[in-house]
């Protein structure tokens, strides 16, 4: 027998999207704010398929369903945002709506880019999906746009491919991490894992200081040149399918 969708209760689910209390929900439904399929929802406590299209057929006070659970997006990170839920100063979870926030499963990022780094931002509140991404096994490339206070000195994409760069500090040398060389200050590297400050670390060992760091792609995700910085969109199948499909 094929198993159907996971069902919830119709005030669990608004309530886990963060719509309210579960009391709060309920006065949204008995004040007939909730449709599905064009049909006005009357019954709290009834069941719902939780199907991956409800956002296009639920509405809630005339507006669709927020994602349902078990969705991922991407964020345009601005310069100057942390990907962090306590630390002081300006989150990445402050550029998502209000009441995302209280989403029960809570949305993650997944693995993080400095303050100081730019660029493409998974989020997703599916755990499974998380760490299938960040795995060392699923080999999720990742691609930054480098630029640097000094030159290039030529020596630096054999170093990096060598698979025997040691940073400071750590007792494991890099994977091998293809470098393309854009300009005599500006190149795009490609990482396979992600440890702390990584790309900066790697041009320290190399004699020289990143100025600027953009996260362009991961896997076979591009940022879209139409998301400006601050701005996030919801991505389908095929474009997490994207993320784990290319190397
Ligand atoms: N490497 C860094 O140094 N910073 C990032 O944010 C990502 C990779």
Redesign the pocket.
């Known amino acids: 027998m094929s198993k159907g969708p996971p069902t919830l209760r119709l005030d669990r689910l608004l309530a886990n999207l963060g719509y309210g209390s579960r009391r709060e929900v309920q006065r949204l439904v008995w004040n007939g704010l909730v449709t599905l399929d064009d049909e006005t929802l009357e019954d709290s406590d009834q069941r719902i398929a939780v199907t991956p299209d409800l956002s296009s057929r639920m509405f809630v006070d005339d507006e669709p369903l927020d994602p349902p659970p078990g969705f991922a997006l991407m964020l345009h990170k601005p310069l100057g945002v942390t990907c962090s839920h306590k630390e002081a100063g300006p989150l990445v979870y402050k550029l998502l709506p209000e009441r995302w926030r209280r989403r029960e499963p809570a949305i993650s990022t997944v693995g993080?880019?400095?303050k100081?780094?730019s660029g493409l931002l998974l989020m997703t509140d599916d755990g499974a999906l998380l760490h299938k991404i960040i795995s060392p096994k699923s080999h999720v490339s990742?691609r930054?746009d480098v630029t640097l206070d000094r030159p290039l000195r030529g020596d630096e994409e054999r170093i990096f491919a060598s698979g025997e760069l040691m940073l400071d500090g750590e007792d494991k040398p890099l994977l091998p991490a293809p470098m393309e060389v854009l300009s005599p200050t500006r190149a795009f590297v490609t990482?396979t894992e992600?440890?702390?400050?990584?790309?900066?670390?790697?041009f320290a060992a190399v004699g020289n200081h990143?100025t600027a760091?953009h996260?362009d792609r991961v896997g076979g995700l591009s940022l879209p040149d139409d998301l400006p910085a601050g701005e996030y969109r919801i991505l389908g199948e095929a474009e997490i399918a994207l993320v784990l499909a290319a190397r």
């Open positions: 993080r880019l400095d100081d780094t990742k930054y990482l992600g440890r702390y400050h990584q790309v900066r670390r790697m990143v760091l996260r």
